[in-house]
Structure formats: C-alpha cells, structure tokens
C-alpha cells in the first residue's frame, strides 16, 4: 500500500504564499497520479490540484493562477505552491495518490491531511 505524509502547513497571511509537500512511501511505483485535495469547515472535500506520471495537470477553477502542483522524481512526491492567498482557501489539506488499473478502476490514497489557515 501507498503511505503519504503532508508537511508545510500553517498560518499564513492574506495574499501571501505557503508550500506544501508531500512524501510518498510503500508501493509507490503502482501510482498513476498524484495530488491535493481539502476541506472547509462545513463543506465537502473539493480536488485542488492533481498531476499525472507523465505530467498533465489540473487544477481547480478556483485556484487557476495562483497555485502551482508539481512533483518529485520515482513518483516519491509531490508540492503544491500556492501564492495569493485568501481567506477562503483555508482548509485541511489532504495529499492524494490514485492507481488506476484500466477504466472504472481507481484505488486512492490520503494522508492525515495539514491544516492552512489564511487569516491576518
């Protein structure tokens, strides 16, 4: 199984910047895909950002142009930059790795997820 473990989290003022990452562990070399998820105190758990082994990536509309995934190298890993902050992205988030076995077939994995809390 795959293990994941966030860290860089924390508080951070409006329209400034934070970086999280996130180290992968155990049977890394089935993930396909990788990335970042959270969630608001009394709202559902929202992609933010997930980038593919051979380097696609999407982002959430709300994030476009502020946020940055990418990733390191034997799929070990994975970073959200995220610059411009806001109020309104503070959440607990949550690092995601997917495998995916044919169409219709997907195994996530979470990590315990990290608090960031945007507030001045």
């Known amino acids: 199984q795959v293990q994941l473990a966030e860290s860089g989290g924390g508080l951070v003022q409006p329209g400034g910047s934070l970086k999280l990452s996130c180290t992968a562990s155990?049977?890394?070399?089935?993930?396909?895909?990788m990335g970042w998820y959270r969630q608001a105190p009394g709202k559902q758990r929202e992609m933010v950002a997930l980038?593919?082994?051979?380097?696609?990536?999407n982002y959430a509309d709300s994030v476009k142009g502020r946020f940055a995934i990418s990733k390191g190298n034997l799929r070990n890993g994975v970073f959200l930059e995220m610059n411009s902050l806001t109020p309104e992205d503070t959440a607990v988030y949550y690092c995601?790795?997917?495998?995916?076995?044919?169409?219709?077939?997907?195994?996530?994995?979470w990590g315990q997820g990290i608090q960031v809390t945007v507030s001045s």
């Open positions: 155990g049977d890394i070399f089935n993930i396909d895909v």
């Open positions: 980038i593919s082994n051979g380097g696609t990536i």
């Open positions: 995601n790795s997917k495998r995916v076995r044919n169409i219709g077939t997907v195994k996530d994995s």
